[in-house]
């Protein structure tokens, strides 16, 4: 069945963007929630170029804000209108940056924006993705291979790498409860593989030598045109939930997107309940 609505976090640029592109192309009305509204209309100006009879909406959310989380939420749900994909593909990763950063609901940055911001985001939508029977791509990463779980707020030590690799690793295990416990919604886990293409962390990569592009191409991984496939294969293969769709490439780099067994860091459903009920515990009150 063609898609009709959906919702694709940090769709303001790279793999969200061409996420984005694609849904478009299958005829759906996709929404765009941005935190930086002229990243936004640069999105939407790249997909009509392809996608000219696009149906795109931006909206405003800032994950590592939960009131424009809730006020997104609660405007949807006004609207009534349900919502049968849903891609949770924002994040960030501050590599380079050594200072921890606390968003103004008392978090450390990585946590909520790669987590928390979701969880509050997927509590808000349920109603409207349970009403579509909703397919749901949660964008995990290889750092989830190593991350710590032990101190997610990065009180006791702290460094952007254990902040990102644990922050995903929390996302996976949260998500994965998710597909156990929302009968009314299928969710899969996804992860692009390398994509330098992309600009992610920026800090880290304004420290390398003039020849940046010349590092750049040495470096194996996927453009992010291909970098969105394990995502939409996430969403429109017939699987069951909690599935794992990955670049099929070494070490799961590069490459054309298959299932792969999920990681082994991700496979513990003690994990996911602790997670989920630590996620419970911390979001704000509906």
């Known amino acids: 069945m063609p898609t009709r609505r959906a919702l694709v976090t940090g769709a303001s640029s790279g793999i969200g963007r061409e996420i984005a592109r694609a849904l478009a192309a299958d005829g759906a009305h996709v929404l765009l929630p941005v935190r930086d509204r002229a990243r936004g209309e640069a999105t939407v100006r790249s997909i009509l170029e392809s996608v000219p009879d696009a149906a ?30 849903f891609v949770m593909n924002a994040g960030i990763v501050l590599l380079g940056d050594r200072e921890r950063h606390v968003t103004a609901d008392g978090h450390e940055l990585h946590l909520q924006t790669n987590l928390l911001g979701h969880a509050v985001l997927t509590r808000e939508l349920m109603p409207l993705l349970v009403a579509a029977r909703a397919r749901v791509a949660v964008q995990v990463s290889i750092a989830a291979t190593r991350g710590r779980l032990d101190d997610l707020e990065g009180e006791r030590r702290y460094s952007a790498w254990r902040a990102y690799a644990g922050s995903k690793r929390a996302l996976g295990l949260w998500a994965l409860e998710l597909a156990r416990r929302s009968g009314g ?36 991984g996927n453009s992010p045109a291909q970098g969105a496939q394990p995502a939409l294969m996430a969403l429109e293969r017939h699987a069951a939930p909690g599935c794992f769709f990955a670049p099929g490439g070494w070490f799961g780099l590069a490459g054309t997107p298959r299932e792969r067994p999920l990681f082994r860091a991700l496979r513990d459903p003690a994990a996911g309940r602790r997670l989920w ?10």
């Open 56 to 85: 795109l909406e931006i909206c405003d959310l800032d994950l590592a804000d939960f009131g424009t989380v809730t006020a997104l939420g609660e405007r949807l749900r006004s609207e009534g209108t349900p919502i049968d994909r």
């Open 185 to 220: 919604i299928s969710v899969n886990l996804c992860h692009p593989g390398v994509a330098p293409a992309t600009h992610i962390a920026p800090a880290l990569r304004s420290r390398l030598p003039g020849g940046e592009e010349r590092w750049l191409r040495w470096i194996p």
């Open 277 to 286: 009920e630590l996620a419970e515990a911390t979001l704000p009150a509906p």
